[in-house]
């Protein structure tokens, strides 16, 4: 079955630019999206179809995604960013989420 | 405003049966793939399968099928989640989820909590 491979844990301090790797057989030719989840509450996305920002997201959040990996870039940092990230891709019409990435802004 | 609000929590003892729902609205129901996710206590989440509300066509992921089973009833905008015979292992958190074009989940429920305990 298909797998996306997310690290861990990131940090990254406030100001400074945070990226998040996803990776997965040939992620490239599929649409990867991301979700930021803080604690208690439910996920949200930020990102979709590699690269959108869907309405409320703040421009600071980017990504992008060619040949086995997919990546979020968070610019400019801020406390509010600490949260989980999942990425997720659809594969054989099942969606498939990585493990999730734990961001701490130091 | 589009809103999915799902049951409350639930307190089961193993061997027990379960189903609980998740009502859409603010949108077309039937038009949109309803998904349910899970969440294990400090875990990642879990896709176990969609719904595709206007005609039941439904999918699971390999890890769920069989675990249980996904229904709709288009006529009351609500999606099902059900267990047959839970198990301590299905305590999580589960969120029901809204999928746009390319299966991204562009609206989430705001999650039933499952504790399956003797």
């Known amino acids: 079955s298909y797998e996306l491979i997310q690290p861990p844990s990131v940090s990254v301090s406030p100001g400074q630019t945070a990226n998040i790797t996803c990776s997965g057989d040939?992620?490239?030719?599929?649409?990867a999206c991301w979700y930021q989840q803080k604690p208690g509450q439910s996920p949200v996305l930020v990102i979709y179809?590699?690269?959108k920002r869907p309405s409320g997201i703040p421009e600071r959040f980017s990504g992008s995604n060619s040949g086995n990996t997919a990546t979020l870039t968070i610019s400019g940092t801020q406390a509010m960013d600490e949260a989980d990230y999942y990425c997720?891709?659809?594969?054989?019409?099942?969606?498939?989420f990585g493990g999730g990435t734990k961001l701490t802004v130091l | 405003e589009v809103q999915l609000v799902q049951s409350g929590a639930e307190v089961k003892k193993p061997g027990e049966s379960l189903k609980i729902s998740c009502k859409g609205s603010?949108?077309?129901?039937?038009?949109?793939?309803i998904g349910w996710v899970r969440q294990m206590p400090g875990k990642g989440l879990e896709w176990m399968g969609i719904?595709?509300?206007?005609?039941?066509?439904?999918r699971y992921s390999p890890s769920f099928q069989g675990q249980l089973t996904i229904s709709a009833d288009k006529s009351l905008s609500t999606v099902y989640l059900q267990w047959s015979s839970l198990k301590a292992s299905d305590t999580a958190m589960y969120y029901c989820?809204?999928?746009?074009?390319?299966?991204?989940?562009?609206?989430w429920g705001q999650g039933t909590r499952v504790i399956v305990s003797s």
């Open positions: 179809q590699d690269n």
């Open positions: 989820a809204r999928h746009m074009g390319t299966m991204t989940v562009d609206y």
């Open positions: 719904i595709y509300p206007d005609d039941s066509d439904t």
């Open positions: 997720q891709a659809w594969d054989s019409s099942i969606v498939v």
């Open positions: 040939r992620l490239g030719d599929k649409y």
């Open positions: 603010g949108y077309r129901f039937s038009s949109y793939w």
